[in-house]
């Protein structure tokens, strides 16, 4: 069994989950730092993201595993739309240079289990999507 803990103070965050399918095949397939990097970086993204907008807060999060592919969507809302350009995030942060390692990281991670990450943002909500394919080691 594989527990995954993510420790962050939110406050007036909502967190609406939804999963369809067996995940725990999952923990024989996909690595746990790969699990981890994974979850922890979709989430942690969607949090910040939250923590610096006002109103309404919910962070959506899909898990589906149909045959040998497990999809994990995380949408969150944002005052702006994002800037996506080749499937990267035009940062607003200073010292842009030490920023986007965890979409980096996710995207080695997708693409390590021949999947992909894909970002989008679309009527006032961001949603990143990573796709794995599982096959047994």
């Not at 979409?103 to 021949?114: A, H, I, P, R, S």
């Amino acid at each position: 069994e594989t527990t995954i803990a993510l420790s962050r103070e939110v406050e007036n965050i909502t967190c609406i989950k939804e999963a369809s399918g067996n995940l725990d095949q999952m923990g024989d397939i996909i690595e746990n730092v790969d699990l981890v990097i994974l979850l922890s970086n979709i989430l942690d993204n969607a949090i910040e993201a939250c923590e610096k907008m006002t109103g309404k807060k919910q962070i959506s999060v899909e898990s589906i595993l149909q045959k040998q592919m497990w999809i994990i969507s995380v949408k969150n809302p944002v005052d702006k739309e994002v800037k996506i350009r080749k499937n990267r995030i035009m940062t607003t942060k200073r010292n842009k240079e030490l920023h986007g390692y965890g979409l980096q990281n996710m995207e080695k991670v997708t693409q390590k289990y021949d999947g992909n990450l894909k970002l989008s943002c679309k009527e006032g909500f961001f949603t990143a999507r990573a796709m794995v394919v599982l096959r047994k080691k």
